[in-house]
């Protein structure tokens, strides 16, 4: 599951990550980091099961921390099923089926925003 | 062996005719034979749902009173073409927006009037004795305007070239988003159901073939332009008309970075008269070649990565220098499909007959490069020869100097063979002496990664590469890798100087 912490440095400049790793023994994995001299934003990706645990952990420890689903989002009246966002994604969420209509793996986004501009008809967003 | 259209007439009339769309034809030949399929198929119906910029629409408002002769119009901050007769105008899809930009353009004038929204007027006039009025803004629906005609001088390409980007960044074209590196592959174009890959030779599409255009029923008016079918690029030019059309298969589209464009569905039936036409249709995706070519260069004549098939780039994949590529359509195959489908019911239900052409189409023309009388301007010819020089071991005093004497802002820093290190920039200089302590040589404070360019390459090219990465000089780099000068901002301002006083 990927899971979007956000965090402010005026709390002190604790490890968060690095330390609920070692506390919990669950592997984090870091998706994308932006992070500043005041505050971070980290999207992580954790095991199903170690959900709540990492979660709870996280917000005791000062973080917000928010479940990321369905973060893309496209617009089935305006998606003409061509493809062209097929190619440029790098977590690979956009493929055919058999009809040659595009199916998400909704799940993976990273939230990069790599597709947005490559849609042409604007059908793309990322729900904030 | 041949057969008549009479008869294929007369069995779309008694609702009897055998349609299939060209996705089935290779089957039925695989299966039946050549001459099987010419007694079994009648009409094969083909389709494509794609960005076809070169797309637009005749439009007749009426007159209004007092009547206006308009010179200058707008449909939504979208200008049309007014130099035809007062209260006629030509919407062309690629023209965009005078407030909106790219986001929205003529296409979406288009998408509007289809989907019924109605969409403001704009025009203006100087006033004559017939046609006093000078200004007139109004809001009008499609069913308000008498004639809404479209016209479209080039669709339906026999293929498209694919794309890829070599270069290090991010490309914005009308092929879409080109990855760098060649990170992926855009094509366009339906394959197997494109319309002329079916009809290559041009035996029965030409001038007055019944086709289906964005829903409505339209003809194939003759070639389109930049029609090259010698080369594999034939084009048609269609009309049909907009108030029969269908939002399903007319959208406004925008490439970010290019432009507005329309996609539209455009669907030809192909009567089976003959076993030339049976073969022609037998087409499948592994026949149809393409080339992917590099994007990354920046003329016309750009370099070919490799030859390609459509059953290649359908199936989501290719390998590329090596590498697996992943590839993107731009047009969509499940649309094309439908238009197909559309059309093979309605020659089914009899609403379409065929019709041989009424004037044939040059099978054998190919298009010519523009003619241009007026020179491109190449960077040599403005470039600055004299370059203040400068190596990374020397010290940032050195630098001050050397920029102060040599009455310039850019230093060009050279390592012993004479080859391009760095570049110094009286910035840098200003920056390393006002900033922090103990900053010395120039190697702390040049930047290492110069954008440059090279003395023939045109002036254009290098002022987009100097607005793209916000720098104000680019060393000229010359083949053999050595600094044979600088192009600056200033140089520029000399080019345009000189395209005004000509
Ligand atoms: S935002 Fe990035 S990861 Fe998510 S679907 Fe778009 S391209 Fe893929
Ligand atoms: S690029 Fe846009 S229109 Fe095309 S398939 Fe993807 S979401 Fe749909």
Not at chain 2, 36 to 52: I, N, P, Q, R, S
Not at chain 2, 152 to 165: E, F, G, K, L, V
Not at chain 2, 255 to 260: A, C, D, H, L, S
Not at chain 2, 431 to 438: D, T
Request: aromatic share 6%.
């Amino acid at each position: 599951m990927k899971l979007l912490v956000t965090f402010s440095r005026k709390k002190g400049r604790e490890p968060i990550i690095a330390k609920v790793v070692l506390e919990t023994g669950v592997l984090i994995n870091v998706e994308r980091a932006y992070i500043d001299a005041m505050e971070g934003e980290v999207l992580i990706d954790v095991p199903d099961e170690d959900y709540m645990r990492i979660r709870d952990r996280m917000t005791e420890l000062g973080a917000i921390v928010s479940l990321l689903e369905h973060a893309i989002r496209r617009d089935e009246h305006e998606c003409i099923d061509c493809g062209a966002c097929v190619g440029v994604c790098p977590q690979e969420v956009f493929s055919f089926d058999e009809d040659w209509k595009i199916t998400m793996r909704d799940e993976r986004c990273v939230i990069c925003g790599k597709c947005l501009p490559a849609c042409p008809h604007d059908a793309l967003s990322l729900v904030q | 062996m041949e057969k008549s259209l009479d008869l294929i007439n007369t069995r779309i009339r008694d609702g009897d005719a055998r349609v299939v769309t060209a996705e089935e034809m290779p089957a039925i030949v695989a299966e039946l034979g050549e001459e099987g399929a010419l007694k079994e198929v009648d009409v094969v119906t083909t389709g494509t749902f794609g960005a076809m910029c070169s797309s637009g629409a005749f439009l007749n408002f009426g007159h209004a009173d007092p009547p206006i002769r308009m010179e200058h119009l707008w449909l939504n901050d979208v200008e049309a073409y007014g130099g035809i007769a007062s209260v006629d105008a030509y919407i062309g899809a690629t023209q965009q927006s005078e407030t909106r930009g790219e986001d929205y353009g003529g296409a979406h004038v288009l998408e509007d009037f289809v989907a019924g929204n109605s969409v403001e007027l704009r025009a203006n006039s100087r006033g004559t004795d017939c046609y006093p009025g000078r200004s007139i803004t109004t809001e009008l629906v499609l069913a308000d305007l008498n004639q809404a005609i479209m016209v479209n001088p080039r669709n339906s390409y026999q293929r498209y070239d694919a794309a890829a980007n070599t270069t290090d960044r991010t490309l914005n074209t009308y092929m879409g988003t080109l990855l760098p590196g060649c990170g992926n592959v855009t094509f366009s174009g339906a394959g197997v159901l494109s319309p002329l890959a079916n009809d290559p030779a041009f035996q029965v599409i030409g001038s007055g073939t019944p086709i289906f255009l964005g829903g409505a029923q339209g003809m194939v008016i003759g070639e389109g332009t930049q029609h090259s079918p010698k080369t594999g690029f034939g084009t048609l030019m269609v009309t049909g008309d907009l108030k029969e059309m269908r939002q399903d298969f007319l959208r406004a589209a925008t490439m970010t970075g290019y432009g507005v464009t329309l996609y539209i569905g455009v669907g030809v039936p192909i009567p089976v008269i003959n076993l030339d036409v049976v073969r022609s249709t037998a087409v499948r995706d592994e026949d149809i070649t393409t080339s992917i070519i590099d994007y990354g260069v920046p003329s016309r004549d750009r370099p070919v990565l490799r030859k390609v098939t459509y059953a290649e780039l359908r199936s989501g994949t290719i390998e590329l220098n090596g590498m697996e590529v992943r590839t993107s359509s731009l047009s969509s195959f499940r649309k094309a499909r439908e238009v197909a489908a559309d059309l093979k019911h309605w020659v089914e239900e009899g609403r379409m007959e065929m019709v041989l052409p009424v004037r044939k189409i040059d099978a054998a023309k190919s298009a010519r490069p523009m003619r241009v009388t007026t020179h491109t301007p190449l960077v040599r010819e403005i470039m600055d020869y004299e370059i203040v020089t400068i190596t990374e071991d020397d010290e940032i005093t050195t630098a001050a100097k050397k920029l102060l004497r040599g009455a310039t802002n850019h230093l060009t820093v050279l390592d012993r063979e004479g080859r391009l290190t760095g570049i110094v920039t009286t910035y840098d200089v200003t920056k390393a002496v006002g900033g922090r302590e103990g900053i010395r040589y120039v190697k702390e404070i040049m930047t290492r990664h110069v954008i440059t360019t090279y003395p023939l390459e045109p002036v254009d090219v290098a002022a987009r590469k100097l607005k793209r990465h916000n720098i104000s000089a680019l060393p000229v780099v010359d083949p053999e890798g050595k600094v044979a000068g600088m192009l600056t901002a200033i140089d520029l301002g000399k080019l345009i100087g000189r395209r005004e006083t000509k």
